[in-house]
């Protein structure tokens, strides 16, 4: 069937990305801190980011976009509905 993953936001638990001590995560972590800074927004504990900016990390991390995004899950790293996170 068809997914349409670049459609659905993309949104970091940044909690867990920080405390993340994996060493595979660096670079996601490094590029996350910059966004945070470029917009100003230090104090939210997830982070919407551009799609344009996984494609360009998934360069990074030799891999495809889905491929990232498969990693990042697995890292457990990824917030899947930022409202029911806040719920929660
Ligand atoms: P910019 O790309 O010229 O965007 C200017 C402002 O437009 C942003 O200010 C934000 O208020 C709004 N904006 C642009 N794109 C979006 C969007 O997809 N969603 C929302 N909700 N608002 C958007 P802001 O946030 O203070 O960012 C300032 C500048 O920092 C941006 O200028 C851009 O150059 C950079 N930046 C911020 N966040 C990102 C990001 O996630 N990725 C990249 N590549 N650059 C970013
Ligand atoms: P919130 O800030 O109270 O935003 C509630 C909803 O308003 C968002 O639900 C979204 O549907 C809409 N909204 C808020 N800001 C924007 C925006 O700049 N652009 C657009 N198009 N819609 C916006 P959503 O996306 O499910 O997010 C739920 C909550 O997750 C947000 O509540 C906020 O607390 C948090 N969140 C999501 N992304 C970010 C982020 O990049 N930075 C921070 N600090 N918090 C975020
Ligand atoms: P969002 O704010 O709900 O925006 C959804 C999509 O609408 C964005 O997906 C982008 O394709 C388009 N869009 C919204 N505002 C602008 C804009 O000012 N300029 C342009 N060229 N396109 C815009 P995208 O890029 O994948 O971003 C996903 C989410 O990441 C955004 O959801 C927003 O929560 C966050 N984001 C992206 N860039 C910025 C930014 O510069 N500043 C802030 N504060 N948040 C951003």
Known sequence: GVR??????IVLDLERLY???????????????????QRGDYNGRV???RADDL????IVY?????GLIERLTEHGVLVADP???FAS
């Open 47 to 49: 982070l919407s980011i």
């Open 19 to 37: 405390d993340e001590a994996s060493e595979d995560l660096a670079y996601v972590a490094r590029y996350a801190r910059a966004i945070q800074q």
């Open 83 to 85: 409202r029911a996170f």
């Open 4 to 9: 349409h993953e670049a459609t659905s936001k």
């Open 62 to 66: 030799d891999a495809s976009p889905s």
């Open 55 to 58: 494609r360009a990390l998934a």
